[in-house]
């Protein structure tokens, strides 16, 4: 008994001395909330914002937290958020930061599809904040309770949104690459994973771009490209999407350079590169390439 009569107030004056406080003449982000979201998630789009609340400890239920543009964007999952640590940074409210912010929230709804979606009112608490940002760094009165005599204010957040229908898409065309081999050919439209009916997302839509040109490029096409164009018909919610691919020549690996290699032998650096000049080019043939290989004229005619 003794021995915690000592320890306990010991502790809570470490607790004390590392909790974090808001600058006197700022306000700290204490909630940033998005109402009207019903197709799309919250998390997703909060994390590509630059105005954040506190964090605090909660309970995830599945699922990593959520990344900036980076799917899924259309589910949240279960957590549950409990409290801020006493050490846990404040954010700080930027007025200008968070009016970049509601343009980006439109443009966010925009990348997933969504290209009638509309800010259409935002709460900031206390108001007199949404006009200036400061506070006088004195006994001056103010719009708020400070958190201490020395202490800044918190602030509340608060976003509507009106999301609108999404586009959908209405047609796929995929041109280009009519001489290469019907295998390949097939694998190329096996790549493209967008669907007619489904919601146009830009994600969805560069990664079908990136997975062609990179099934190209371990088929010796290492100067291929795929070019795309989407149609958006904003008032009839309708995309309609044109890929191009130009596989360019077939390449083969042209003379291999090993440079830097010091004491290591060549001959055992050029056996782990597995690059043979006049072999055909593959994405990703090696784990490791020291100094240039080029890639030299084509193995086929076009």
């Known amino acids: 008994m003794a021995l915690r009569s000592v320890l306990l107030p010991s502790s809570l004056a470490l607790l004390a001395c590392g909790c974090a406080s808001i600058p006197m003449d700022r306000y700290g982000v204490s909630s940033l909330r998005v109402d009207g979201m019903e197709e799309m998630s919250e998390e997703s789009l909060r994390s590509c914002l630059s105005t954040a609340p506190r964090s605090r400890f909660e309970l995830r239920l599945g699922g990593a937290a959520a990344r900036c543009s980076q799917p899924p964007f259309d589910r949240d999952p279960p957590r549950l958020g409990l409290w801020a640590w006493p050490w846990s940074e404040w954010p700080l409210f930027d007025r200008v930061a ?13 990348a997933r599809g969504f290209h009638g979606a509309r800010v259409v009112d935002t709460r900031v608490e206390p108001a007199d904040a949404a006009e200036d940002d400061t506070l006088p760094e004195d006994d001056s009165p103010v719009p708020c309770e400070r958190e201490d005599d020395d202490e800044g204010c918190e602030i509340d ?21 009519e001489h290469l081999d019907a295998d390949l050919r097939q694998r190329l439209r096996d790549a493209v994973t967008l669907r007619v009916g489904e919601r146009f997302d830009e994600w969805a839509y560069d990664e079908t771009k990136e997975a062609l040109q990179a099934i190209l490029r371990r088929e010796s096409y290492a100067l291929a490209r795929v070019e795309g164009i989407a149609r958006i018909d904003r008032p009839r919610r309708r995309a309609r999407i044109d890929l191009t691919i130009e596989p360019g020549p077939a390449c083969v690996f042209g003379e291999v350079i090993v440079e830097g290699h010091e004491d290591l032998d060549e001959d055992i650096i050029r056996s782990a590169a597995r690059i043979e000049q006049g072999a055909p080019f593959q994405a990703g043939t090696s784990t490791t390439r020291s100094g240039p290989s080029t890639a030299s004229a084509p193995s086929r005619a076009w």
Request: avoid cysteine; glycine fraction near 8%.
């Open 157 to 177: 957040l608060a976003v509507l949104v009106e999301e609108g229908e999404p586009t959908q898409i209405a047609s796929i065309t995929l041109r280009g690459g």
């Open 98 to 110: 968070f009016e970049q912010d509601l343009e980006r929230i439109e443009r966010w709804y925009a």
